[in-house]
């Protein structure tokens, strides 16, 4: 009896205690979630990878905790598939109930995933995907990956500065390839050079057939775009096509030459002009932390750019958090990460408050060997770049 009212009281009193204290302790320790859907397996199982490793990166270094609150990582694996990234992100919003969706390694997949940011309010932080519209599907959608035109405007004015006047390009055929593709042609032929456009397919590509016609051109160059984890493959049937010998030379935005793989491509890859926004040979003390740290963790697999994509965009989701005093609620989230600028390991960044892109420098780099590894090496900066589509409808 005793007991019963000693335990009813208690009861009482921490409900008082709650009650006393609103949305103080009790709530404040509620986790926040962030649900991270990524392609875990299939062929861009590299991009799920390197975000995922990124993420606990983050975490592990800046605490499980941010503005009072715990942080709790659910990882989905959508397996490169719109219809699952759609559904897992359903699932993570209504049933694990996440403040943030995040994630994303393919254009179609963010592209799924985005009317249910908008329905349920969640902000969706792009952290792979570089189509330039993807930011136009859900007021709720912030990027920390960049955009294909962002990364290409500065490798043709490179091309067309550099003697180059004939260039083939060769783009996956979907949202960023057509993007490369439409930034390269309008600014190269701008500058006077001429263009010939190639796609090929998405899944399951054979580039032998396009890079017979590319020998057959006899271009000054040849532009490629291929989504991160297929660079090596694209590389293979660039040497057997006998292309690294004839002379025409290979550009492109970096996902070719993607640091996860390009230590393995051997000398064919050599000299490749690219132009991106994040080399895991960028020469700062933050990046020389962040890749040392990065490797430690993850049996020394090099980051690449997807790998700052996700790091980035927890480095957001914190900040924001601090920014609202731990509350979770989605616009608040949204209006703080509008604006925030910090230094990341691949330079100075912001986010543009008008569009939710983010603003970064654009380096051009070539591959040449340093300490018997292959890296993209950077020679020249671009500072602040915008994505430079949206840019142009103002
Ligand atoms: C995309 O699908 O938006 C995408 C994927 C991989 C890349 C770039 C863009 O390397």
């Known amino acids: 009896m005793l007991n019963r ?15 006393a204290w609103g949305p103080g302790p009790a709530a404040a320790a509620d986790p926040v979630k962030i649900g991270l859907i990524l392609p875990m397996s299939g062929p861009f199982a590299s991009t799920g990878r390197q975000i995922e490793a990124a993420a606990r990166l983050y975490i592990q270094q800046h605490g499980a905790e941010v503005a009072g609150r715990p942080v709790e990582l ?15 992100a359903q699932e993570l919003v209504v049933n694990d109930r996440v403040a943030v969706l995040a994630g994303f390694g393919l254009t179609p997949l963010a592209l799924s995933a985005a009317p249910i ?40 004015q490179w091309a067309a500065g550099n003697g180059m006047k004939k260039v083939v390009t060769l783009v996956s055929d979907y949202g960023p390839g057509i993007d490369a593709e439409k930034a390269f042609t309008d600014e190269f032929t701008a500058a006077g050079g001429t263009v010939d456009n190639l796609r090929v397919p998405l899944r399951n590509p054979d580039f032998s057939p396009f890079l017979q ?17 297929v660079g090596a493959q694209f590389m293979k049937q660039f040497t057997e096509r006998g292309l690294a010998r004839s002379g025409i030379r290979l550009i492109g935005p970096g996902d070719v030459t993607d640091d996860d793989l390009l230590n393995d491509m051997g000398d064919v890859a050599l000299d490749v002009v690219t132009s991106q926004h994040y080399s895991a040979a960028h020469d700062s003390p933050g990046n020389k932390s962040f890749v040392e740290a990065f490797k430690a963790a993850n049996r020394g697999m090099r980051p690449n750019f997807m790998a700052v994509g996700g790091y980035d965009g927890m480095h957001l989701i914190y900040e924001a958090l601090k920014t609202t005093g731990g509350a979770s609620d989605g616009p608040a989230l949204v209006e703080a990460m509008k604006g925030m600028a910090w230094e990341s390991p691949r330079g100075p960044v912001s986010i543009d408050p ?36 949206k840019a142009a409808k103002k």
């Open 117 to 156: 940011a908008t329905q349920a309010k969640v902000p969706q932080v792009v952290m792979a995907a570089a189509t330039a519209t993807i930011t136009e599907a859900s007021p709720f959608i912030v990027r920390t990956s960049f955009t294909l035109p962002q990364a290409t405007v500065p490798m043709a």
């Open 5 to 19: 009212r000693a335990a009813l009281l208690a009861a009482a009193a921490a409900m008082t205690a709650t009650i």
């Open 74 to 88: 659910i990882v989905r694996d959508d397996t490169g598939t719109a219809d699952l990234t759609k559904r897992l």
């Open 213 to 229: 016609r590319v020998a057959d051109a006899g271009p000054d160059a040849l532009f490629v775009f291929v989504p991160s984890g």
């Open 354 to 389: 008008e569009t939710r892109d983010i603003v970064q420098n654009i380096y051009i780099r070539k591959v040449e060997r340093v300490n018997g590894e292959l890296y993209n090496v950077e020679f020249e900066t671009i500072p602040a770049v915008k994505d430079p589509v």
